[in-house]
């Protein structure tokens, strides 16, 4: 499923400011410059594409709707984000800051406007990355594929996680964990949400205690409702909310090779690629804000 999809040896590490700096050189040169300067800029244009890379995948959802991934690559500040949007309208973004090993989980989920929401509802789920879960930031700036068409289904299903997640984020302090939470999160605000063993994670390595907010549930013994069984939209609840990686590269595939002289090598040459559920569990202060979690 994945033999069109390859790693790049080719790799060039060009700042992005690079292409700002011609465009303020443009401005300084003479005309008859102009035709030079238009060659190095088609150059720079195609080397620079190992920075800053983007790749479209075609993949098959759950429900059999075929859905196009966006997964982008920024060496610079080492994160890969995949994004997509799921057959109930849904638009899912998923980033991996490998600098603080971070994910973040952003969903713009559809609102109902016949009964009183916004045209979407933002909800945000931060947690620890851990290093096997996704290839490297420079791995992803390298992946190519022969065929764009191709509808992919992942090699590994991977199990679903279930994730309770006990406390909330404040946004104006986010950074701390990440920073880019803010600007993927800035439409959540109020509905941001971590898990206690994260927290007691970031704790122990210094991050203020005033950036969380511990949410009225406990696991052990929960004195809400789940949602679903809650009639009044304005009680307090539990809610879940459902998503899948349908298609990611999670693990580099390795070929081996021999020079002239006999002396084997390896070298990367592909990507196994993996698909993952996620289902969390989480307090709001009413109903409302949790209106597809309910019985059908």
């Not at 990355?129 to 992946?143: D, K, Q």
Request: with cysteine.
């Amino acid at each position: 499923m994945n033999a069109d999809l390859w790693i790049s040896p080719r790799f060039f590490h060009l700042s992005c400011s690079v292409l700002r700096i011609l465009g303020m050189f443009a401005s300084c040169v003479s005309v008859a410059s102009v035709r030079i300067l238009t060659r190095v800029c088609a150059l720079v244009l195609l080397v620079a594409v190992g920075l800053c890379s983007e790749l479209r995948v075609r993949v098959r959802l759950a429900d059999g709707l075929v859905t196009e991934e966006v997964l982008e690559a920024d060496i610079e500040r080492d994160l890969i984000s995949v994004e997509f949007k799921q057959g109930d309208g849904a638009l899912i973004t998923f980033v991996a800051d490998f600098k603080q090993d971070v994910k973040i989980f952003r969903a713009l989920i559809l609102g109902e406007l016949e009964r009183g929401q916004n045209q979407y509802q933002a909800v945000c789920f931060i947690s620890r990355l851990s290093r096997n879960e996704i290839i490297p930031s420079e791995s992803m700036a390298r992946l190519r594929q022969k065929n764009p068409h191709a509808i992919r289904l992942a090699e590994e299903r991977r199990g679903l996680e279930q994730l309770t997640m006990s406390a909330a984020v404040n946004l104006s302090q986010a950074s701390q964990l990440s920073s880019h939470i803010h600007n993927m999160c800035s439409e959540a605000r109020e509905a941001i949400y971590t898990r206690e063993s994260d927290v007691k994670h970031w704790l122990d390595k210094g991050v203020d205690g005033s950036i969380f907010e511990v949410l009225p549930q406990t696991t052990e013994a929960p004195s809400f409702q789940a949602c679903h069984s809650t009639k009044d939209l304005w009680q307090p609840c539990l809610c879940t909310y459902s998503l899948r990686l349908e298609w990611y590269p999670c693990l580099l595939k390795y070929c081996r090779s021999r020079d002239t002289t006999g002396k084997g090598s390896t070298y990367k040459c592909g990507i196994k690629s993996c698909s993952k559920g996620y289902h969390f569990t989480y307090y709001v202060p009413q109903k409302q804000m949790c209106l597809w979690d309910e019985e059908t």
